[in-house]
């Protein structure tokens, strides 16, 4: 494809735009071939077709193209969690975001948008480091998203595999995929060792958002998957704090009735 090009874009241009589409739609290589295809032959008509025709006239038509299957291949047992593409836009920007979004309710809310003609529709855009898609259809944030402190030890277990996924589908470094991965292999290891459920939910919150402002020039950066066991007694002993109090307010409201 690569041949068919404007002048001075090169393969390396085309394989990030590749990506670019497969972590959008989620798709195989082969089709976002084909919609890269479609995208750039857009973009670039002007410079291809002949004279714009009087107005009078209608355009022709747009050419229909069908991407190929396996007449043997049946749909995935499990259909996969595809979150919205708000937060997708932030994790490949290394910029912080909710880990709500790559829950199952997250996933589940994006599913449930509505699409429409301009969700498929991009625009070729001249950046410092070269061309890249843009959805001329931004998304947004979602009203729902749930902050990391506030979700269960059972959706953060479950969201990290989605997130994992979608950090490497807009290609991350292998390190810092590895440092991602590595915090929730030990996190796991501290709730079997019997460390206070809460204070590592506190704790994930806490290093999550500080290691993207860190990664964004905000601090030093550090890594993510090191366990800093004096934080997580600090934020232990706030917590077990604020239950403290909790309870007393609970027992003097109990005395004055």
């Given amino acids: 494809m690569a041949e068919n090009a404007p002048p001075g ?4 241009t085309l394989g990030q735009l590749r990506q670019q589409i497969i972590a959008r739609f989620q798709c195989s290589e082969e089709e976002a071939n084909i919609r890269l295809r479609t995208t750039w032959d857009n973009a670039f008509q002007a410079l291809l077709e002949e004279p714009p025709q009087p107005n009078n006239q209608p355009p022709p038509p747009k050419k229909v ?3 190929d299957f396996d007449t043997d291949a049946v749909i995935a047992d499990r259909i996969p969690h595809t979150p ?3 937060a997708v836009g932030k994790i490949r920007s290394m910029d912080y975001v909710e ?4 829950t199952t309710e997250g996933c589940r809310e994006a599913s449930r948008a509505t699409p429409t003609t301009t969700d498929d529709t991009f625009s070729l855009l001249n950046t410092d480091s070269g061309l ?3 959805s001329i259809k931004a998304s947004k944030a979602s009203r729902n998203a749930v902050p990391d402190e506030n979700l269960s030890w059972e959706q953060i277990m479950t969201a990290r595999h989605t997130l994992i996924n979608t950090a490497n589908n807009v290609n991350w470094p292998e390190k810092h995929i590895h440092a991602l991965a590595g915090l929730y292999i030990n996190l796991e290891s501290l709730k079997a060792a019997g460390y206070n459920t809460q204070a590592l939910i506190s704790y994930h919150a806490t290093v999550r958002k500080q290691w993207h402002a860190a990664m964004n020039g905000q601090g030093t950066p550090f890594n993510l998957s090191n366990i800093n066991e004096n934080l997580l007694l600090k934020l ?3 917590l077990r704090d604020r239950n403290q109090e909790e309870l007393q307010k609970q027992a003097s409201s109990f005395t004055t009735l």
């Fill in 99 to 102: 880990l709500w979004y790559f």
């Fill in 65 to 67: 193209t069908f991407p």
């Fill in 132 to 134: 890249a898609l843009q």
């Fill in 9 to 12: 874009v090169n393969e390396e």
């Fill in 236 to 238: 232990e002993n706030q």
């Fill in 84 to 86: 919205n593409q708000f």
